[in-house]
Structure formats: structure tokens, C-alpha cells
């Protein structure tokens, strides 16, 4: 029995959990177009806490002023905004920056509705080191403490752009389900942002998934990658370690193409590489253009399409649009 893949689409709950291009709030419209039950903005990573709880605060008056959307504080809100047609908002940070050093701003934050938080973002910081950083040491003792307490609060842990053996202590030590929510197998493109089997493999042994992200240097070495070659991620992690452990996590950013002019692009790229968080071995210079059909949020019902074309069952597919997702949350946040 052949699957309709439009109808599929708008009846499966579809979750992209990083959603860094939401710095322009007015872009969650095109979420909404494309069909996303939940997305999460990036709210916060390498800023200090003063400046991401005035972040948070305008993303919480923000929300509270459209009729559409709802702040996601456990699973079933996510179940109520596709009941009620609305789009849920999931709070997540790339980075723990904004922990300063106080375990107890982990349950702050999670009283302001944060539920994922990223270990690292590709540097050093007080909890461990990046997977840009030129060391690679583990874990702080501080690491540990901020694991446990993200645990207790029941926040997900999310070891994207974090250095091996930080994740892999991380996923050693989390006792919930635990993340690589964007994150490509290294098998399938060699870039050293991509992630290797045995951390894909750790992840799934939580309980936890790898979220496959679309930006187009950790997809393929086209500049415009193709659908098919972002779907070869999809199947690589699901022929691994299974179908239950594979999601989105696309990571469309302000910075690509076609939402910021090339020069823009260009002085952000360097800003960015001055900085020490990119690196050119992992981020080749603008300008960014996502998978072919899928290079906006708008865009995703033709991704559905894709993965029917490419023989995904429909149970699968739901999974992997955010069914997989749902099981995570389900499991960290309760409800």
C-alpha cells in the first residue's frame, strides 16, 4: 500500500529541536508553513545569564502574545499544539555558558521552560571542551555536577559540538536519555564536526537519538547538497543503531542563504571564525544553501516526500519526523 506523503506530513508530528534561525522571531511563520509542530530557537549557549534571562524574557512575552504558539514545558504540550493547530516552542541552549558557575541556574532556567541544554559549543568552557578546542580532556568536575543537576531538573542533555571524550563521559554519566541533537555520522562525510559510530552508539545505548542536521558543510562536500545526500544520514544512523534512535535536527541559521545577503554572510562568517567558536578545517565560507528542496522551513513537506520516495515505512517516517523526538521528551520532561 503506497503512502500519501502530503497527508502524512500534515497529520505527523514533526519536531525540528534546533532552530538557531528563530533569532528572527518573525520566522516562525515559515515553521508554521512547513508544517512544524515544535521547534526549538536557540536562547541561549555562550552568552552570560543576565543577557540570556532578558532573552528568555522577550521569547516568553513573545509567545504569550500570539493566539499560535505555546511555550513547551513537557510532551504532552507539544500533543496539544498539533490537537489545537497552534506550534510549540521548546527552549534550548548551545552552550552552558549561561550556568555561569551556579548549579542552581539549571533549575532557574528549567522553571522558565529550557528543556535542552547543550554541553558545549565547539570551545572550552567550564564544563568541558569542544570539538573545536585543541584539547579534549573530559568532563570538569564541574561537568559532572552540571550533568547531575540537568538530570534532577530533568533537562535534556544535548552533546552536539561537544569533544569526544567530554561526550562520552557525558553519555557515561547521564542517567536519562541523552542527545546529539544535530549532529551528522562521520562515516557518511568526513568533516570533523561529524560525529563517530561509538558516540552515535553511546547515545542510542541512553535511550537517547542522533538529530541529523541539514547545514550544507556537514552534509556533503557540494555546496548545495541534495536531498537524497542528506537522507544517506538518516539511513546510516537508522541501519546502526536502529530506527528509534534517529531524528531532525536541522539547524537553519540566520546566516544562510537566502535570509542574509552574501556580505553579511561573509562578515559574520569571519566574526565567527575571529572569535575561536568556527574553525575553516569544519567551516568552509559562505554562502549556505541547505539541501536541495528542503532549503527552508517552508519547504519540509517535500523532506516527507523524500524519505516515502526513498522506501521509509510510514510508521518510520513518523519517527523520524518527530515521533523519536516525543519518546526523548516524554522520557526526560514526564507528560
Request: hydrophobic letters at 40%; one cysteine or more.
Amino acid at each position: 500500500m503506497s503512502v500519501d506523503a502530503k497527508s502524512l506530513h500534515a497529520d505527523a508530528i514533526i519536531i525540528d529541536p534546533v532552530c538557531p534561525l528563530l533569532q528572527r522571531k518573525e520566522l516562525l511563520d515559515a515553521y508554521k508553513k512547513g508544517g512544524l509542530t515544535a521547534v526549538a530557537p536557540t536562547v541561549g549557549g555562550w552568552e552570560n545569564a543576565a543577557t540570556t534571562m532578558r532573552g528568555l524574557g522577550a521569547w516568553v512575552k513573545y509567545i504569550r502574545d500570539r493566539d499560535d504558539a505555546i511555550l513547551v514545558r513537557r510532551a504532552a504540550d507539544i500533543e496539544e499544539a498539533k490537537r489545537t493547530g497552534k506550534i510549540g516552542v521548546i527552549f534550548h541552549f548551545q552552550g552552558t555558558d549561561p550556568l555561569e558557575d551556579s548549579l542552581d541556574l539549571v533549575d532557574a532556567y528549567k522553571s522558565l521552560g529550557v528543556g535542552m541544554i547543550q554541553l558545549t559549543y565547539n570551545v572550552k568552557n567550564r564544563v568541558g571542551d569542544g570539538c573545536e578546542e585543541r584539547t579534549d580532556a573530559g568532563l570538569s568536575k564541574f561537568g559532572l555536577q552540571v550533568i547531575a543537576r540537568m538530570n534532577e531538573a530533568r533537562i535534556v542533555v544535548d552533546c552536539s559540538h561537544t569533544g569526544y571524550r567530554t561526550t562520552m563521559d557525558a553519555l557515561t554519566n547521564s542517567a536519562a536519555p541523552t542527545v546529539f541533537s544535530h549532529a551528522n555520522p562521520r562515516a557518511v562525510y568526513g568533516t570533523p564536526r561529524n560525529i563517530l559510530d561509538e558516540q552515535i552508539k553511546a547515545a542510542a545505548a541512553t535511550g537517547g537519538l542522533t538529530g541529523i542536521v541539514g547545514f550544507p558543510p556537514f552534509v556533503a562536500a557540494e555546496k548545495r547538497p541534495t536531498m537524497d545526500q542528506y537522507i544517506d544520514h538518516i539511513s546510516y544512523v537508522a541501519d546502526l543503531v536502529g530506527i528509534d534512535h534517529v531524528a531532525l535536527g536541522i539547524d537553519y541559521f540566520t546566516g544562510q542563504s537566502p535570509y542574509t545577503p552574501d556580505t553579511e554572510a561573509q562578515a559574520f562568517y569571519e566574526a565567527t571564525l575571529a572569535s575561536g567558536r568556527w574553525t575553516p578545517a569544519a567551516y568552509p565560507p559562505p554562502p549556505y544553501f541547505y539541501p536541495e528542496g528542503m532549503g527552508t522551513p517552508d519547504q519540509l513537506p517535500n523532506l516527507t516526500a523524500a524519505l516515502v520516495k526513498r522506501g521509509f515505512s510510514e510508521a518510520d517516517i513518523r519517527k523520524i519526523l518527530g515521533g523519536n523526538w516525543m519518546r526523548v521528551f516524554r522520557a526526560v520532561w514526564g507528560g
